[in-house]
């Protein structure tokens, strides 16, 4: 089994300064990791992905996030933020094995970014 | 567009009543989920199916029912004994390591 923290519930930050989401994982077999966004009342849209190769990985609107294994961790960063960055942000993972029945996604509770002009 | 539709986006149910919320995809996509979320607990797994006429319970299935008679579409059932069914409800398909996930727009369901 696997789950996903994410000790920030809300994180507020100034437009145009850097941000960091963090999400630490706990799994006993290996794992994907994702980080998905959802603006309110819509479903979610993936921002990055980490499969396998660069432990850096760089997504959509800017976004990019470093998987470190020794810490189990997958933050979330970006340089300079914008007001359209405002949203709840979630991290994920879902096993690796091939099996049948392992790729459902285990969800962190969510941190919300708020942009403050 | 390929994508996945959940409808309504909006219901209302009287505590008691049962009520299906509806999802579909025209992705071709095998897999496909449900999950409820509540604020400040993220999304949690209520029912999961990989194949037609084949569904597994998630985390919290108590109180939900499921049906997959074909491939394009997985509806959820919310039944009188779901004890606190008001949530958002969202359903999503996958399409392999590479296509990845794909989620619906959501349902919000509220008792009254």
């Known amino acids: 089994a696997q789950s996903v923290t994410q000790l920030d519930s809300q994180v507020p930050v100034f437009e145009e300064a850097p941000v960091e989401l963090r999400c630490n994982y706990s799994?006993?077999?290996?794992?994907?990791l994702f980080w998905y966004v959802q603006y309110p009342n819509q479903g979610l849209q993936l921002l990055l992905k980490?499969?396998?190769?660069?432990?850096l990985v760089k997504g959509i609107n800017g976004f990019e996030a470093e998987f470190n294994k020794s810490q189990t961790s997958f933050h979330l960063r970006k340089p300079s933020v914008h007001i359209s960055d405002t949203a709840e942000y979630f991290c994920a993972v879902s096993d690796r094995r091939s099996n049948f029945g392992n790729e459902k996604l285990t969800f962190g509770t969510g941190t919300r970014l708020t942009i403050i002009p | 567009d390929g994508g996945i539709t959940q409808s309504p986006k909006y219901l209302f149910r009287k505590e008691g009543q049962n009520v299906t919320l509806s999802c579909e995809q025209n992705l071709n996509h095998d897999a496909m989920y449900w999950y409820r979320q509540d604020p400040g607990q993220g999304l949690r797994l209520i029912y999961y199916s990989q194949i037609v006429n084949d569904f597994q319970k998630g985390d919290i299935a108590e109180g939900y029912s499921v049906s997959r008679e074909k491939k394009e579409s997985f509806p959820l059932t919310v039944t009188s004994a779901q004890k606190n069914p008001t949530a958002f409800y969202l359903c999503a398909s996958y399409g392999g390591l590479n296509y990845g996930y794909t989620f619906g727009s959501g349902t919000r369901l509220t008792v009254v």
């Open positions: 980490y499969l396998s190769g660069s432990t």
């Open positions: 799994s006993s077999v290996s794992v994907y």
